[in-house]
C-alpha cells in the first residue's frame, strides 16, 4: 500500500530465517530496496496510513489499531464489531472502515480512539450482503465502496455521502477493485487492471476503461486494487 506521498510503501511479510515468525508490517521507501520492519505489528491485516503519513492503522486480532512510525508505539483505537477490517483515514481525524469480510458492514471511529458507529448496514431486502473497499474522495465527506449480493443494482462500486449514506448510487456495476486516482478510477476487471475517466466532484465514470497493464496477479476484492 502506498503512502500518500507516494513516497514509501507497507507491505505484510513473514521473515524466512525465523522458525514460526508472525506475519507482520513492513515499510520501505522507493528509492531503496532495504525493507524496514515494524515491530508491534503482529498479525497485521489490511494496513492503511493515516493523511500525513505519520500513522499506520491496521487490523490485528479482534482490534484496530494505530502504529507511529516515528516512536513506533502501538495504541488500540477500536475493539472490531465484526472480523477484520480495512479502510480509510479522514483529515478530519475520523477513521471509515469495513468490518465482517464478505459480509461487512460500514462503521466510522475516532482516529484518537471510541466506540465505532456503524455507518452502513446491508440491507437484505435489497438483496445486499455486505459492504467492502472503502474510499473516500476528495473533501473526505463521500466514499466510494463496494456493495455486495444478487439484488438488482446491487452489485459493484457505489459511492455515498458521510452525512445520508443511506442515499448511496450504484456508479460502477459489476467492479469489485477500484481506487480513484489523478482523475481516473483504477480497476480491475476480468483480471486485467484498467483506468477509466472519473469526475470525483459529480462522482461520475465517463468514456471507456482503457487497459494499463497485462499478465499481473490480483488480491482479494476487500484488498484493494491489486
Sequence with gaps: VPSPDGRQIVFRAVRTDAPDAPVMLWTRPLESLTPRLLAGSEGADLPFWSPDGRFLAFAAGDELRKLNLADGTVQRVCTLPLQGAGGEWNEDGTILFSSGGGAGHLFTVASSGGEPKP?????????ETGFVLPRLL???RRLLFNALGEGEGVFGAHVASLDRPAERRLIGPG?????P????????????????????NRAELSGEPVTVATSVGALAANAGVG
Design 138 to 140: 476528495p473533501g473526505g
Design 119 to 127: 455507518l452502513l448496514v446491508p440491507d437484505a431486502k435489497r438483496g
Design 175 to 179: 467492479l469489485t477493485r477500484f481506487v
Design 181 to 200: 486516482a489523478a482523475g481516473h478510477l483504477l480497476l480491475v476487471r476480468n483480471g486485467t487492471p484498467r483506468a477509466q475517466p472519473f469526475h470525483a
